[in-house]
């Protein structure tokens, strides 16, 4: 369905080898190196000196993405680490207390550094405070580059232990599959560049940052409409205004009319449809509730699948407002 190969400048990045359609999953991967919520840099280390050989070799092949930065942060990490397990080590000499480090011997701070830069350039962040895991690097989908209007998104499913990319649009064969990698979809150009080039250290050119063609220049002006409305009901309610359930819908609608006419579509978008069915709800307004309900279901079934506890959750939400029918 997909091929792995060169994509210009971004280095390697995936293509679809056939038309993908919307709502198909493309990858389902277990992570390569993961870490827990109650886990730190420190453990990423740790964990990846635990991987067979062959995993490692290819863990280190990964792209990394490295500033002067960061790379000054690593090392002072990677030097508190190793002389925290140094004080470790002698206490595990005394008690025998191993405590989760590596042995002495299969400690490099190069090779510490490599995989800390290797992390942190390809990690997804799993984010949800129920998963088991926070943040992970998958072989394959870790080569997915970046787009602001993204073809695909990738979500995890807790109980699979596995990460699912599913399309988000039909995607024609020879295009890159692409994943948003910054966690808010509305921001303007210069908030998304900004970040990118400090994350991931590049410049993003894809149709929604291109302001000299008429479609990202729409896309902008929309934008900033949002953001306008948005920061119109925020400050509404820091000068003592309760802000009504009217005001937050329109809020609401203006960024899914933004995500829509974009072709972004994944659960920011469902979570609005959600939302905004609530609102409905408490207008009175229960056709059109579930109308937004049941589009919510329908982005979810693409982004999720129908395996996913979350879309599981939206057909009981929906089932509720059919209920309030009858
Ligand atoms: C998670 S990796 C993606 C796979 C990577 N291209 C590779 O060769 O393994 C992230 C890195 O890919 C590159 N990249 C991703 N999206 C890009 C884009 N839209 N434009 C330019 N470079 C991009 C950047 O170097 C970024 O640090």
């Given at each position: 369905m997909y091929e792995i190969r060169q994509a210009g400048t971004k280095g390697l990045g995936v293509f679809a080898k056939v038309f993908i359609p919307r709502g198909t999953r493309i990858f389902s991967e277990r992570p390569l190196l993961a870490i827990r919520p109650d886990q730190g840099a420190?453990?990423?280390?740790?964990a990846f000196r635990l991987l067979p050989l062959e995993q490692?070799?290819?863990?280190l092949q990964l792209s990394s993405?490295?500033?002067?930065?960061?790379s000054v942060a690593r090392w002072t990490q990677v030097i508190w680490w190793?002389?925290?397990r140094s004080v470790f080590d002698v206490y595990a000499r005394i008690w025998g207390n191993h405590r989760g480090m590596p042995a002495r011997s299969k400690h490099s701070i190069k090779e510490h550094i490599a995989i800390l830069n290797v992390f942190r350039s390809n990690c997804f962040d799993i984010g949800s405070s129920q998963a088991s895991i926070q943040q992970a690097i998958f072989p394959r989908i870790s080569r997915m580059n970046h787009s602001c209007v993204p073809n695909a998104q990738g979500n995890f499913h807790d109980e699979m232990g596995r990460f699912n990319?599913?399309?988000t649009r039909d995607i024609k064969a020879g295009k890159e599959l692409t994943l948003n990698y910054l966690p808010e979809h509305g921001a303007v150009k210069a908030t998304r560049q900004s970040r990118l080039l400090s994350g991931y250290g590049f410049l993003c050119d894809c149709p929604a940052c291109d302001l000299t063609l008429l479609r990202g220049r729409d896309g902008e002006e929309k934008r900033l409409q949002a953001h306008r409305k948005l920061s119109a009901y925020a400050e509404g309610l820091s000068n003592g205004g309760l802000g009504s359930a009217e005001a937050e819908l329109q809020t609401i609608e203006e960024f899914m009319r933004l995500f829509e006419g974009e072709g972004i579509a994944g659960r920011e978008l469902s979570t609005m449809y959600f939302e905004a069915a609530?609102?409905?709800?408490?207008?009175?307004r229960r056709e059109e509730a579930l109308r937004c309900a049941e589009k919510g279901l329908e982005i979810d079934r693409d982004c999720l699948s129908t395996d996913h506890p979350l879309y599981q959750h939206g057909v009981a939400t929906v089932q509720e407002l059919k209920k309030s029918f009858t």
């Amino acid at each position: 369905m997909y091929e792995i190969r060169q994509a210009g400048t971004k280095g390697l990045g995936v293509f679809a080898k056939v038309f993908i359609p919307r709502g198909t999953r493309i990858f389902s991967e277990r992570p390569l190196l993961a870490i827990r919520p109650d886990q730190g840099a420190g453990d990423i280390y740790a964990a990846f000196r635990l991987l067979p050989l062959e995993q490692r070799t290819k863990l280190l092949q990964l792209s990394s993405h490295i500033t002067k930065e960061s790379s000054v942060a690593r090392w002072t990490q990677v030097i508190w680490w190793t002389v925290k397990r140094s004080v470790f080590d002698v206490y595990a000499r005394i008690w025998g207390n191993h405590r989760g480090m590596p042995a002495r011997s299969k400690h490099s701070i190069k090779e510490h550094i490599a995989i800390l830069n290797v992390f942190r350039s390809n990690c997804f962040d799993i984010g949800s405070s129920q998963a088991s895991i926070q943040q992970a690097i998958f072989p394959r989908i870790s080569r997915m580059n970046h787009s602001c209007v993204p073809n695909a998104q990738g979500n995890f499913h807790d109980e699979m232990g596995r990460f699912n990319v599913h399309a988000t649009r039909d995607i024609k064969a020879g295009k890159e599959l692409t994943l948003n990698y910054l966690p808010e979809h509305g921001a303007v150009k210069a908030t998304r560049q900004s970040r990118l080039l400090s994350g991931y250290g590049f410049l993003c050119d894809c149709p929604a940052c291109d302001l000299t063609l008429l479609r990202g220049r729409d896309g902008e002006e929309k934008r900033l409409q949002a953001h306008r409305k948005l920061s119109a009901y925020a400050e509404g309610l820091s000068n003592g205004g309760l802000g009504s359930a009217e005001a937050e819908l329109q809020t609401i609608e203006e960024f899914m009319r933004l995500f829509e006419g974009e072709g972004i579509a994944g659960r920011e978008l469902s979570t609005m449809y959600f939302e905004a069915a609530k609102l409905n709800m408490g207008l009175g307004r229960r056709e059109e509730a579930l109308r937004c309900a049941e589009k919510g279901l329908e982005i979810d079934r693409d982004c999720l699948s129908t395996d996913h506890p979350l879309y599981q959750h939206g057909v009981a939400t929906v089932q509720e407002l059919k209920k309030s029918f009858t």
